[in-house]
């Protein structure tokens, strides 16, 4: 029964955020608002409905361990999961304003959450925090984005996202049917996360590990489906700004929104962080943020080998969050290894990239 609630529960968080974005998205074109702002806004703030839904339910009913693991693992794995597998799938090429805007906002806001959840805790202030900072940011991205943009990136977005024109058409094409679609799906997600997190919270008893782990895990997996499927399927069409726009926002958003909302509705004096949080998982989700700065800066693209990288790297990380957990007997090896090979190598390599590109373009001017 576990199991399947489990699958059911994943299955309507699923669907669920599938109607809530094909409803708000059809919404918002029919009202005039402008793709990009819809691919940039409601897109990737709908896609992580899931995490939003999970950690909410999991504050609520006192199972911080899997809200605060869920949003942290999500992070390190839409960069280095999703991106990673889009970009071996076709190599990314990176817009000018993801990297000198939501790239940055990304780090910002990442390096805010590890300052404020330093001490331990969450607060319900900082939580409020978290969303005002949402509000303008989501105020700003609509005020930016009904401004003129590139031709080229616009019509990506016409085109992966939708026009008002087609907005209107088909059996959704009714505003009350969209709001509909909307209000069905914000349904099952509550459902669905209800279903999903006693499950999860049932198997890290079962498996002896905390819910820190299963957070982070498989938690934060099976919420970031939709982001998955949306970049993997652009990477697929060539539309690669939303690939890696939907991954950039629906992190920002996890931070900022799931975060910031589940900190307010905790019980308590607000949401508290597990140590391992602070001491590990927080700082990777950092440096995978950080990361992603160097590699899309190389020739505004994020190229196949620079994602086998990121995909290996979270394979890396996710074993180690393993061996961890189950204190394995190669823990000790791994983590050398880990520490004075690997992570060395790889910060080297973009290291070099990195500057390579920086004198190629002084070079060029």
């Known amino acids: 029964m576990t199991l ?12 669920g955020a599938d109607l809530l974005v094909r409803g708000a998205g059809k919404l918002a074109l029919s009202l005039g608002i402008a793709p990009l702002v819809v691919g940039l806004t409601v897109v990737a703030f709908g896609t992580s409905s899931p995490e939003m839904a999970v950690s909410v339910q999991g504050a609520m009913s006192g199972q911080v361990d899997v809200a605060m693991g869920n949003v942290v693992g999500s992070n390190i794995f839409n960069v280095l999961f999703i991106l990673g597998l889009s970009a071996l799938i076709t190599p990314l090429l990176v817009d000018q304003q993801i990297i000198r805007q939501e790239v940055p906002i990304m780090i910002g806001v990442s390096l805010l959450l590890f300052a404020v959840a330093h001490d331990g805790t969450i607060s319900f202030a900082e939580g409020a925090l978290f969303c005002v900072l949402l509000a303008v940011y989501t105020a700003f991205l609509y005020w930016q984005g009904m401004r003129k943009q590139s031709a080229a990136l616009e019509a990506e977005f016409a085109e992966g996202i939708g026009t008002a024109e087609g907005a209107k058409k088909g059996w959704d094409g009714h505003w009350a049917v969209q709001v509909l679609l909307v209000v069905v799906g914000l349904g099952l997600l509550v459902l669905g996360a209800d ?117 290996a790297m979270y394979v890396a990380y996710t074993t180690y969050v393993i061996l961890y957990a189950q204190q394995h007997d190669a823990l000790n090896e791994f983590s ?16 070099v990239v990195a500057l390579r590109e920086i004198q190629s373009r002084r070079r060029a001017s």
């Open 336 to 351: 050398l290894v880990m520490t004075w090979v690997v992570l060395p190598a790889v910060a080297l390599t973009i290291g």
């Open 195 to 311: 279903w999903f997190v006693g499950a999860a919270i049932k198997f890290a008893q079962a498996l002896g590990v905390s819910e820190v782990v299963i957070g982070l895990t498989i938690v934060a997996a099976g919420t970031s489906m939709p982001e998955v499927a949306t970049s993997v399927m652009a990477s697929i069409r060539g539309q690669r700004d939303i690939a890696v726009g939907n991954v950039i926002g629906s992190n920002i958003f996890n931070v900022l929104a799931v975060l910031g909302v589940s900190a307010v509705v905790a019980p308590g004096v607000g949401l508290p962080v597990a140590p391992s949080l602070i001491a590990f998982d927080l700082p990777v989700m950092v440096a995978v943020a950080v990361a992603c700065l160097p590699i899309f800066f190389t020739g505004n693209l994020l190229a196949r080998w620079e994602g086998g990288v990121f995909f």
């Open 4 to 15: 399947l609630l489990f699958v059911a529960g994943l299955v309507l968080l699923i669907f």
